[in-house]
């Protein structure tokens, strides 16, 4: 059981918009920890897409954004491509576990 | 660019060991903190652990699973970070990720090395 929860599967088809939610609570997201985004595509390591809520790294097209409110954090992917087929992690601290951690992961598929 | 490549990694009988390493290049080493991060078949990302650079003190933090049994170094002539892994058990089967860890976040990522424990 992940301590921030993400949906285990969002799907949409090309074009589209779709949003992958992260709730955590006031020991992580909501206590003032910024949440981080991602995004690993089949077979390889993991890449981050968003930093600090809402910040692209250089080359990350800005059809990714993320945001955060309360206890929740959300990515959204807006003009849904094939290429945009992967797993999505959330990530935060939590100060009650004095660690890093992770959210379950959601699979996008493109329809 | 920066390019971080882990090695090390294999098959270890349950209560073996085994060492990682990854080295890193493209960016000043020494000044950066560092994370482990695993993932086991079919899973999703876990954290293993963190090492402070030597300017912030070079202090860890590891998760509860790993604590005790994990040990994370660094060797800042050789651009190299560490994970001595000790009485290793079978759900450590996970890809070892070694990470560029910066105000809280991953910023790059090295390709991952496989370790598996079996009898």
């Known amino acids: 059981q992940s301590v921030l929860t993400q949906p285990p599967s969002v799907s949409g088809a090309p074009g589209q918009r779709v949003t992958i939610s992260c709730t955590g609570s006031n020991s992580n997201i909501g206590g003032s920890y910024d949440a981080h985004w991602y995004q690993q595509l089949p077979g390889t390591a993991p890449k981050l897409l968003i930093y600090g809520n809402s910040n692209r790294p250089s080359g990350v097209p800005d059809r990714f954004s993320g945001s955060k409110s309360g206890t929740s954090a959300s990515l959204a992917i807006t003009g849904l491509q094939a290429e945009d087929e992967a797993d999505y992690y959330c990530?935060?601290?939590?100060?009650?576990?004095?660690?890093?951690?992770f959210g379950g992961g959601t699979k996008l598929t493109v329809l | 660019e920066v390019q971080l490549v882990e090695s090390g990694g294999g098959l270890v009988k349950p209560g073996g060991s085994l060492r990682l390493s990854c080295a890193a290049s493209?960016?000043?080493?020494?000044?950066?903190?560092m994370s482990w991060v695993r993932q086991a078949p079919g899973k999703g990302l876990e954290w293993v652990g963190r090492?402070?650079?030597?300017?912030?003190?070079?202090?860890?933090d590891y998760a509860a699973p790993v604590k005790g049994r994990f040990t994370i170094s660094r060797d800042d002539s050789k651009n190299t970070l560490y994970l001595q892994m000790n009485s290793l058990k079978t759900e450590d089967t996970a890809e070892y990720y070694c990470?560029?860890?910066?105000?809280?976040?991953?910023?790059?990522w090295g390709q991952g090395t496989l370790v598996t424990v079996s009898s």
């Open positions: 990530q935060s601290f939590d100060s009650s576990l004095s660690t890093w951690v």
């Open positions: 493209g960016f000043t080493f020494s000044k950066d903190w």
């Open positions: 090492i402070k650079s030597k300017t912030d003190g070079g202090t860890t």
């Open positions: 990470s560029q860890y910066y105000y809280g976040y991953l910023q790059h």
